[in-house]
């Protein structure tokens, strides 16, 4: 029963190069959280999505930034003309049923993304 | 603002202490907290609690929390090294947009020696 999977693991780009982040949540999970883990310190959530739609992205920078869950294959985070500062750990996490089931969301391995 | 805050944010014991990791939070609407691990990678699941007094337990972990006065503590008896991790404590606000993201303390650096 493969948990959530994350790639890649890690990822290295120069200053104004697209990054693509891709999450396939657990089985039988389609709700999907993005959260960002800058050095020292804690996760900050980035975005929600579930399948096809975004629920809530008020985490997430308005420019360079977007995300997607299409019908098949996994999430998709993507930032375009990344900066030095863009470099973290980026997690993925997903649950079966919404937030109003109250079940735990489980965390991918994250993408440890850097920048030149 | 929502905000979430963990005493100590490092704590270096020997094996068969016990420790107490504490959580504090102030959230609008608090719908339920959560206490995660995180070694190297992936934060794992430890505990969600939602009501007051009610302790929560998993071999030598156990969590209780207290709505009251807005904290929860987690605690660990006869640590061993493979307890040495990131505790991380995580709130679930329930707004109306009700989205379910998860608002994050910096987490406690437990080292356990041997």
């Known amino acids: 029963n493969a948990g959530v999977m994350q790639n890649p693991r890690h990822l290295v780009r120069r200053r104004g190069q697209e990054a693509r982040l891709r999450c396939s949540p657990m089985k039988g999970h389609s709700h999907v959280y993005w959260y960002r883990q800058l050095p020292e310190e804690g996760l900050k959530f980035m975005v929600y999505?579930?399948?096809?739609?975004?629920?809530?992205e008020s985490g997430m920078p308005k420019e360079r930034f977007s995300a997607e869950f299409p019908k098949e294959g996994p999430s998709i985070l993507r930032i375009q003309q990344v900066v030095r500062g863009d470099s973290a750990a980026y997690f993925c996490a997903s649950s079966p049923q919404g937030p109003g089931s109250n079940q735990p969301q489980h965390f991918g391995d994250g993408t440890r993304l850097s920048i030149l | 603002e929502d905000k979430v805050v963990q005493s100590p944010l490092s704590l270096v014991v020997h094996e068969g202490d016990t420790v107490t990791l504490n959580c504090s939070y102030e959230v609008t609407n608090f719908r339920s907290l959560l206490w995660y691990k995180q070694e190297k990678k992936a934060p794992t699941f430890l505990f969600m609690l939602?009501?007051?007094?009610i302790e929560k337990k998993s071999g030598r972990l156990s969590s209780i929390l207290d709505k009251k006065e807005l904290f929860s503590i987690l605690n660990i008896t006869a640590t061993q090294t493979g307890d040495s991790a990131i505790y991380l404590c995580a709130v679930s606000p329930h707004g109306s947009s009700n989205t379910g993201k998860l608002i994050f303390g910096q987490g406690t650096t437990l080292q356990v020696k041997p």
């Open positions: 939602t009501s007051s007094g």
């Open positions: 999505l579930q399948k096809e739609n975004i629920i809530d």
